[in-house]
């Protein structure tokens, strides 16, 4: 089976930075990605990898260790519209599998 | 706005209703998906769809009934559900189907009474 695993809520100040972490135990990997979920609304792609190492989109960045199961969305200088669910999600060929999500509260 | 639009974007109905939810992407795409969304959980996909053909069901009960009538729509038929039935369902496409980012629907949010 699939395990994929965050933390459930965070909570961090205007213009900081935060890290969630996600693990992963899955029967096969082709990627992974981390989408946005504002309340009410579609998941958004944030960022997708496939091979080690960090890739940096503005104030998000990602990054994947193949070898340790694990990856990590970095928010840089948060806004406020930054609080939304974080998803974590690992895809095997079609088959996209997502771990449960973190909430992530921000405040002046 | 992804370019994947869902009706409804809310839905309550009683077990022994049928309705329909409808997904429609205009990206050019030839995958599309269902998933369910419960509160606290992971989304589950549901029914996979490539070039009109059905390439997963993730173990649904046939209370769910899926249609591809063409590659850009994508149906979700409901028919005596349960209470447990409730959620956000999701509709996604993408170009093709292997390792291919997502895009995501609103979701339609039921509520079976």
């Known amino acids: 089976g699939q395990n994929i695993d965050q933390p459930t809520e965070m909570t961090a100040t205007e213009g900081a930075i935060v890290q969630i972490n996600c693990t992963y135990q899955?029967?096969?990997?082709?990627?992974l990605f981390w989408y946005q979920q504002h309340a009410g609304e579609a998941p958004t792609f944030l960022s997708y990898?496939?091979?080690?190492g960090l890739e940096e989109k503005g104030r998000f960045s990602s990054f994947l260790s193949r070898s340790k199961g694990y990856s990590y969305l970095l928010l840089k200088e948060l806004q406020m519209k930054d609080s939304a669910s974080y998803l974590c999600?690992?895809?095997?060929?079609?088959?996209?599998?997502f771990g449960a999500g973190t909430t992530v509260t921000v405040r002046a | 706005e992804t370019g994947v639009t869902q009706t409804p974007r809310h839905l309550v109905m009683g077990m022994t209703n049928k309705k329909s939810l409808k997904c429609e992407q205009h990206?050019?795409?030839?995958?599309m998906y269902w998933y369910k969304q419960s509160a606290k959980k992971p989304l589950e996909l549901m029914f996979v769809?490539?070039?009109?053909?059905?390439?997963e069901n993730n173990s649904v009960p046939s209370r769910f009934s899926p249609e591809c009538p063409n590659s850009s729509h994508l149906f979700l038929h409901l028919h005596t559900l349960q209470p447990e039935d409730s959620a956000l369902y999701l509709c996604?496409?993408?170009?093709?189907?292997?390792?291919?980012?997502?895009?995501f629907g609103p979701g339609t949010r039921l509520l079976v009474l």
């Open positions: 769809y490539s070039l009109e053909e059905r390439v």
């Open positions: 899955t029967s096969g990997f082709n990627g």
């Open positions: 999600a690992v895809i095997d060929d079609y088959k996209l599998s």
């Open positions: 990898n496939v091979l080690d």
């Open positions: 990206l050019g795409h030839n995958a």
């Open positions: 996604a496409s993408s170009q093709a189907l292997n390792a291919e980012t997502q895009y």
